[in-house]
């Protein structure tokens, strides 16, 4: 924004400036640059599988199931790459087995999505573990 400003004393005009302000860009998260170093070295087939396998079982009767983008196909090669492909299997099992993350919750929202499954270790352990809990998660 420019602003023209009139000095009395001499008659001068004076125009001032407001410094441009600099836009924070950032760039990919160190997570995201270390699950896509990995999913270089993963078969395409492996992630088409566990796509495959994780539509049979949260999206059985659904003719259009969500597709799979880079991002998601990412993260689904580097679990491949951290876990194996059985333990990939189990995690989407667990999801499956869980009532909150199949709709049963307060909101009746699904939360069963690949990048949530996959997002990290953390969350593909969590759902490793409602397979040995049998589903119970409070909410």
Known sequence: MNVIMLNTMENEFFEFQEPKKKKNVRGPSKATVEQTVKSSTVAESAVQEIYDYWCLVMRPNRKNPARLDVKGRDRVA???????????????????VSDFHMGRNKRGRRYDSLDLIFRS???????????VEGGADPW
């Open 78 to 96: 580097a679990a491949i790459k951290d876990f194996g492909m059985e333990t990939c299997r189990r995690a989407i099992d667990g999801c499956a």
């Open 121 to 131: 270790h953390d969350n593909v352990e969590r759902f490793l573990g409602y397979l």
